[in-house]
């Protein structure tokens, strides 16, 4: 078994399971369109906070399938399955991470043009507000994937969850709406987006080892 | 060959069982046998590369076989107590590479595009069993294989065991119930 049959093979049934993947994006949207019955409709304060808007909705929508990323493999067996391919733990994790990233964050970062659009963003902003959440959502798979293997055997392990991830977003948000802010108010966005692109590179190779390292220690 | 030596297992502060020593030639079959608890599923699970291994070593053709677990992986063909079927998958998608010839050996072929949801227990059984005919594993470890299985299955995976052992595969299957696996050695655990 490859990489590449695993993705695929997750795809189909993520696809088969359709209204579990479109729950996250759903969740996404409406929260998002819950803010302006909030805080009101002024089209320069929504403005204002858009960027920050989406990238929490974004962070707790991707949150939401972690849950049964392994879970479901873990409870009927196939995980055992997984192990026994031939392919290291680490690049099962990966595989999860990629599947993860296409049925989640690939939808949030279309969703996320329209629903600027809604918050009244600045169309000029929107690009790297988009660039930052293309690295950032790869991250968030990743940090995900990496949780979610962490918690599996665990009891109320979908609890846990949140609590472990959550915090290691942090940076993610901060660089992530910086970079929009910046352009919005005319300064150098490339600092902060590069930052997430180095903490891109320095999670592909580490959340897979230590996701691979988690699921093995729960198959024992 | 696939040598145990002396190998035991303790989960917690349990001794679970062990040490124990045994040897399956190419081959051969080895039956597990033992009372509920007595570690028949821990010991699959070990020499699968699954378990953890408290002592002793296990090795295949003289090389250390749990060395690197995902390459011992590729030789090992699992059948747990669950039988990993997706339900939202038709069986031959649940098969993946090689469908055919483990539909054909389980006499599913005609459900081949059925999604799983439809099979009944035994169905589902029997498609766990036909995937170990999908990819030429040497190592079949087996947990209560035959479980829920009607008399023309069994004989069906007898035919399966019977080639799979002609081609120099090697058999261990922890079994409460007779199995078609004629001149097995017998591995009784207290």
Redesign the interface.
């Known amino acids: 078994m490859t990489l590449w049959m695993i993705v695929t093979r997750d795809l189909r049934l993520s696809l088969r399971h359709g209204a579990d993947t479109l729950a996250a994006l759903l969740f996404f949207v409406i929260t998002a369109a819950l803010f302006p019955l909030a805080i009101g409709p002024a089209p320069e304060t929504l403005a204002r906070l858009a960027p920050g808007i989406i990238w929490v909705c974004a962070l707790l929508a991707a949150l939401l399938p972690l849950d049964r990323l392994f879970g479901a493999d873990f409870d009927d067996g196939t995980l055992d399955l997984l192990l026994l391919s031939g392919l290291p733990a680490a690049l099962v994790a990966l595989a999860k991470a990629i599947v993860h990233w296409l049925v989640t964050g690939l939808p949030l970062l279309v969703a996320t043009i329209p629903l600027a659009l809604m918050l009244n963003l600045d169309p000029d902003v929107l690009p790297v507000l988009l660039a930052g959440l293309l690295p950032g959502t790869a991250l968030l798979s990743l940090f995900g994937t990496t949780g979610a293997a962490l918690v599996l055997g665990a009891r109320r392990g979908g609890v846990l969850l949140p609590l472990l991830v959550l915090p290691l977003t942090a940076p993610l948000l901060i660089f992530g709406v910086a970079a929009a802010d910046a352009e919005a108010t005319g300064q150098a966005s490339a600092a902060p987006l590069l930052f997430l692109t180095a903490l891109l590179a320095a999670a592909l190779p580490l959340c897979p080892l230590a996701a691979g390292a988690a699921l093995r220690s729960a198959a024992e | 060959m696939l040598d145990v030596q002396e190998i035991a297992a303790i989960r917690g502060e349990q001794h679970i069982f062990g040490p124990i020593s045994f040897c399956v030639p190419p081959g051969g079959a080895t039956v597990l046998v033992g009372p509920n608890g007595s570690g028949k599923s821990t010991l699959l ?1 070990i020499l ?5 291994i408290t002592a002793g070593v296990v090795r295949w053709h003289g090389r250390d076989a749990l060395a690197d ?3 011992h ?2 030789r ?3 059948v ?7 339900s ?2 038709t069986a031959r ?1 649940n098969l ?2 090689g469908a055919d010839i483990g539909l054909a050996a389980m006499a599913l072929a005609h459900l081949a595009d059925q999604p799983a949801r439809f099979f009944s227990a035994g169905q589902k059984r029997r498609l766990a069993l036909a ?1 170990l005919a999908c990819r030429a594993a040497p190592i079949w470890l087996l947990d209560e294989p035959t479980l829920g299985l009607d008399t023309a299955s069994v004989a069906r995976f007898g035919d399966m065991l019977a080639a799979h052992r002609a081609t120099g595969g090697i058999v261990l299957a922890a079994t409460h119930l007779p199995l078609p696996l004629p001149d097995a050695a017998e591995l009784r655990l207290a």
């Open positions: 699970r699968a590369g699954l378990g953890r677990r995902a390459e992986g590729a090992v063909a699992y747990g107590h669950l039988d990993a079927v997706k939202a998958l998608e993946g590479a995937r």
